[in-house]
């Protein structure tokens, strides 16, 4: 079955300072990777995927992810952080049954 | 515009009270999902239409129900809310089968059990 692994429950970066949220992924076949974000009392917001072609994929408000095969991770990032980016983000994988399998999430915390 | 939308923000239901929350969208997507979220954890996949072809998960109660009347509304129904079913309940949808198309969600109905 397919499935991604959050390994950190929180990260806390310094406004300004470059972020990385974790994913590594576990699918047979090709990977099809997205990542998410979720403000507080809200639905969940697409930020960017990866199905194929460049290992590094830009998405919404900045953020970018690295596609790492050997490594089997699928890293968020963004070069210099905001305050308003504090929020929960989750990592999913899409199977061939039309699922989206959700990460248990990353709660991102960016001080002032 | 709100592409994904459901019905109420906030809904509170008495104890074993049938309640009925709402989704609808104006994306003509295929496929809508419905999925329960507890206390920021990861949503989970309670069951999905590919059209009007409906795909329940394995684990999901039989207390939860759905109907898609139609390409743009989705609803779930829970027959007797039990204190355990207080959670987040996201709606989103997706324009068609293929693992390479993202999700699109609702802002969600928080649902209290009283």
């Known amino acids: 079955a397919q499935s991604v692994a959050q390994p950190e429950d929180q990260v806390n970066v310094a406004e300004g300072n470059p972020l990385t949220v974790k994913c590594t992924y576990s699918?047979?076949?090709?990977?099809?990777l997205f990542w998410y974000v979720q403000y507080p009392n809200r639905g969940l917001q697409f930020l960017l995927k990866?199905?194929?072609?460049?290992?590094l994929v830009k998405g919404s408000y900045g953020f970018e992810a690295e596609f790492n095969k050997s490594q089997t991770s699928f890293h968020l990032k963004k070069p210099s952080a905001l305050v308003s980016d504090s929020a929960l983000y989750f990592c999913?994988?899409?199977?061939?049954?039309?699922?989206?399998?959700f990460g248990k999430g990353t709660r991102l915390h960016i001080l002032p | 515009d709100a592409m994904v939308i459901q019905n109420p923000r906030y809904q509170v239901t008495q104890f074993g009270k049938p309640v009925t929350l709402s989704c609808s969208q104006t994306?003509?997507?295929?496929?809508m999902y419905w999925y329960q979220q507890k206390s920021s954890q990861a949503p989970k996949l309670l069951f999905h239409?590919?059209?009007?072809?409906?795909?329940n998960e394995a684990d999901t109660p039989d207390n939860f129900q759905s109907r898609r009347p139609n390409t743009s509304f989705c609803f779930l129904d829970i027959r007797s809310p039990g204190l355990g079913d207080a959670a987040m309940y996201l709606c989103?949808?997706?324009?068609?089968?293929?693992?390479?198309?993202?999700?699109?969600f609702g802002q969600g109905t928080r649902l209290t059990v009283v």
């Open positions: 999913a994988v899409r199977d061939k049954d039309d699922k989206i399998i």
């Open positions: 989103a949808t997706s324009r068609d089968r293929g693992v390479n198309t993202e999700a699109f």
């Open positions: 994306l003509n997507h295929n496929v």
């Open positions: 699918v047979s076949g090709n990977p099809y």
């Open positions: 990866y199905i194929t072609g460049d290992n």
């Open positions: 239409y590919y059209d009007k072809d409906f795909n």
